[in-house]
């Protein structure tokens, strides 16, 4: 019985493990502001409750690549001026590569 709980386990492990293997990167892409002054990215499971990194200067084109099955990010509001932050949006990766527009 011990055997056959061990194999459950590391059968569960190894679907656990592919399917974050099959996770690409997330590519987040400015679509949405000629000019963003400010943008903050928290990346991981626990974003937005993760370390932050800041970004500034953001002209269109415009995207940066996150190897993480989730990212959330905020821009400065206005867009093109550095005042206050939009609420934070997030995107999970799917299989193979995601795409993240920044709105």
Do not use: H
């Amino acid at each position: 019985m011990r055997r056959a709980i061990q194999r459950l386990t590391l059968a569960g492990a190894g679907v656990l493990f592919a399917q974050a293997a099959l996770a690409g990167p997330i590519i987040l892409r400015n679509d949405y502001a000629p000019s963003i002054c400010g943008l903050e990215v928290s990346v991981g499971e626990n974003a937005p409750n993760a370390p932050v990194q800041q970004f500034g200067g953001i002209e269109q084109p415009w995207e940066q690549s996150f190897d993480a099955s989730k990212i959330c990010y905020r821009v400065s509001e206005p867009p093109d001026t550095c005042g206050t932050w939009s609420d934070w949006r997030c995107c999970e990766a799917k299989d193979g590569e995601s795409l993240c527009a920044i709105e």
